[in-house]
């Protein structure tokens, strides 16, 4: 029996989404420890998944995706469990695409043909995040610290522009995730597997469920109340923090390296993969991705 399912990752920029198709890749490519799916058969140009894998297995940081970069990522994936397979359609668009469409209420064609046939996403969000959903009371303490003398109008109040991409980025995400389920996308979505990238920067607890209901209130209720089947995993698909192999760090900045070196003495590069929640096995990535084809927890 064969299936194809296809999903989607999404998230804001800086979200996780490329490290972890890099470590995907890696993982089933390198087959150097048992993960749940494996790799099936594949044709074609893997030129940029190799690219980023590679980046990836050296310990330094994936380069970011660029606005018009969109790399339809097909990952074919066997399940040994079923022997289904699982064509894993991995469309990985540039997180400023989706703060674009928050600011001027439109998505590029090329985006929203990305979506057709979409009913499960993968959500990004990252736990090395500084905080963004500041209180007006907060706001208005940096206002008085940081006052410019040229945006007091005559009246003496203040004048600051409206910057949309300020927009706390839970909001961006609960608006963005709304919208394609309306009309003219009106995708009928079915599960979201919201995945919590650079876990190794996340909370003591431990607890991916927890950290989404305390840091991002508002995406949790929405999930909640949507519909959709949700699950949320706590991932760390780099390990640590790794420097920019275009703009690397001197080499004696031993606090700048301090993570790369450590993560590359480990004699194989799939252990630097923590993956947790739902039982899914220390570094396997394909837990999520076989949660999201219907094949797992059922
Ligand atoms: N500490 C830590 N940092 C991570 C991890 N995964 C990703 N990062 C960092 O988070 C930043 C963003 O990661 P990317 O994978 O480029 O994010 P993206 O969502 O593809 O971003 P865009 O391409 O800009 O949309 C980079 O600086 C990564 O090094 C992780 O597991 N741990
Ligand atoms: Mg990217």
Known sequence: ??????????????????????????????????????????????????????????????????????????????????????????????????????????????????????????????????????????????????????????????????????TPRQVQVVDFLDSIRQPPMSLSLERVAVIISAWDKGPEHNDPIRWLREKMPLLDQYLRNSGLMVRVYGVSAQGGDLPDQDNPPAKDDLDGLLDQKELLSLAKASKRIQVVGYGADQHDLTHPVRWLSGLEGE
């Open 1 to 166: 029996m064969s299936q194809e399912v296809r999903h989607m990752a999404i998230g804001l920029q800086s979200s996780g989404k490329t490290t972890f198709a890099a470590a995907l890749w890696y993982l089933i490519d390198s087959g150097e420890i048992p993960i749940a799916l494996r790799k099936g058969k594949h044709t074609g140009d893997y030129r940029y998944l190799e690219a980023i894998a590679s980046r990836w297995e050296h310990g330094w940081q994936v380069p970011r995706t660029k606005t018009l970069q969109q790399e339809i990522i097909t990952m074919n994936l066997k399940d040994p469990a079923t022997s289904m397979d699982v064509g894993l359609k991995f469309v990985d668009l540039s997180g400023e695409t989706f703060e674009k469409a928050f600011a001027t209420r439109t998505l590029n064609q090329n985006a929203a043909d990305a979506f057709s046939g979409t009913n499960n996403l993968m959500l990004f969000v990252s736990a090395n995040d500084s905080r963004d959903d500041l209180t007006m009371i907060d706001v208005a303490i940096q206002l008085k610290d940081n006052l410019d003398e040229d945006q007091i109008k005559d009246d003496g109040s203040e004048e600051v522009a409206f910057d949309p991409a300020k």
